[in-house]
């Protein structure tokens, strides 16, 4: 992958919190072993026929992040595209839902996080 088409990433994770007997998500910042702390994916949009909901749209909410590097990132995981090493509340942007390796490519299926 050229690196031209790659975008920086911020990865994230959550533990549930309950407040009052009310559950809730708090995200932290996820460290990688890289140098700037981040991955960097080649984000893509593969509109295909499957990507429709039950109205027949096409869902343009849902993004293919590939890599050939081995990043720490799990099913759960949350994506930002904005830097959020320094912040104590934010959410996400996207979620990893899948991250099947199809030879040396490792694919992240992501979804639009509309929050809890």
Same mark, same amino acid.
């Given at each position: 992958m050229?690196?031209?088409?790659?975008?920086?990433?911020?990865?994230?994770?959550?533990e549930e919190v309950k407040e009052h007997g009310e559950k809730s998500k708090k995200w932290f910042f996820k460290p990688l072993n890289t140098k700037t702390k981040t991955a960097f994916l080649n984000l893509q949009q593969d509109i295909n026929e499957l990507d429709r909901n039950s109205a027949g749209e096409i869902d343009y909410s849902i993004e293919n992040a590939r890599t050939t590097m081995n990043y720490d990132i799990q099913k759960g995981n949350?994506?930002?595209?904005?830097? +959020?090493? /320094?912040?104590?509340?934010?959410?996400?942007?996207?979620?990893?839902? =899948?991250?099947?390796? +199809?030879? /040396?490519?490792?694919?992240?299926?992501?979804?639009?996080?509309?929050? =809890?």
């Open positions: 050229l690196l031209r088409y790659l975008t920086e990433v911020w990865i994230s994770y959550y949350g994506i930002s595209f904005t830097d +959020i090493s /320094n912040l104590e509340k934010f959410t996400p942007d996207y979620i990893v839902t =899948d991250n099947p390796k +199809i030879g /040396n490519t490792i694919l992240y299926k992501l979804e639009k996080y509309n929050g =809890d």
